[in-house]
């Protein structure tokens, strides 16, 4: 089997008689992988109106992809703003990801069409008005889950909400075993 580097994905194909077979695309955005800004940027496979998780080291922050190397997203300042995504990953790793498991536990599905997604995130960083923002119901993944399926939702509240919750049930039951977030749990301030 020869492996080779084909921009960001991997490709696996057995050569037979000088012909591939079982060509198979091992692609980084299926594997769910974190990278640099600059690899997401030369992946095939981005796609205007693609929500982007960007790691931050006590949470995430997100962004929707408007093509032309450029995101919009909600800062803590209660800004939208449009960036580019080198300038908001910055050093650190980001990621596609569009919470489709979470969306599909919601009922939730994707807006129209790409096109309508980034027409909705452009739109709204053109208002010049300022955002309600709101680091437990109204932050950076609410905006994006907005843009995409239409109504805000945020996974690391979700996770939050559960810590709390175990949190005070242990403290009623005398329990010193509160459970703590994981770095992968922390809540989004951005």
């Given at each position: 089997?020869?492996?080779?580097?084909?921009?960001?994905?991997?490709?696996?194909?057995?050569?037979?008689?000088?012909?591939?077979?079982?060509?198979?695309?091992?692609?980084?955005?299926?594997?769910?992988?974190?990278?640099?800004?600059?690899?997401?940027?030369?992946?095939?496979?981005?796609?205007?109106?693609?929500l982007i998780e960007f790691k931050r080291t006590r949470y995430q922050h997100?962004?929707?992809?408007?093509?032309?190397?450029?995101?919009?997203?909600?800062?803590?300042?209660?800004?939208?703003?449009?960036?580019?995504?080198?300038?908001?990953?910055?050093?650190?790793?980001?990621?596609?990801?569009?919470?489709?498991?979470?969306?599909?536990?919601?009922?939730?599905?994707?807006?129209?069409?790409?096109?309508?997604?980034?027409?909705?995130?452009?739109?709204?960083?053109?208002?010049?008005?300022?955002?309600?923002?709101?680091?437990?119901?109204?932050?950076?993944?609410?905006?994006?889950?907005?843009?995409?399926?239409?109504t805000g939702f945020s996974e690391q509240q979700d996770i939050l909400d559960?810590?709390?919750?175990?949190?005070?049930?242990?403290?009623?039951?005398?329990?010193?075993?509160?459970?703590?977030?994981?770095?992968?749990?922390?809540?989004?301030?951005?």
């Open positions: 089997m020869s492996i080779a580097t084909v921009g960001i994905g991997i490709w696996s194909a057995k050569k037979v008689d000088g012909y591939e077979k079982d060509r198979k695309l091992i692609h980084r955005r299926c594997q769910n992988q974190f990278v640099s800004a600059q690899e997401l940027l030369t992946d095939d496979e981005l796609e205007e109106g693609d997100w962004a929707i992809y408007v093509g032309n190397g450029e995101v919009v997203h909600l800062k803590n300042t209660g800004r939208i703003g449009s960036d580019y995504l080198i300038r908001v990953a910055g050093k650190g790793l980001c990621r596609v990801n569009l919470l489709e498991q979470a969306a599909k536990n919601r009922g939730l599905k994707r807006r129209k069409s790409r096109k309508e997604i980034v027409n909705f995130a452009k739109k709204m960083s053109g208002v010049s008005y300022k955002v309600s923002y709101n680091v437990y119901s109204n932050n950076c993944e609410h905006f994006v889950t907005s843009c995409f399926y239409g559960n810590n709390v919750t175990i949190r005070a049930v242990a403290k009623l039951r005398g329990s010193s075993s509160a459970c703590s977030p994981s770095s992968s749990q922390r809540l989004n301030y951005n």
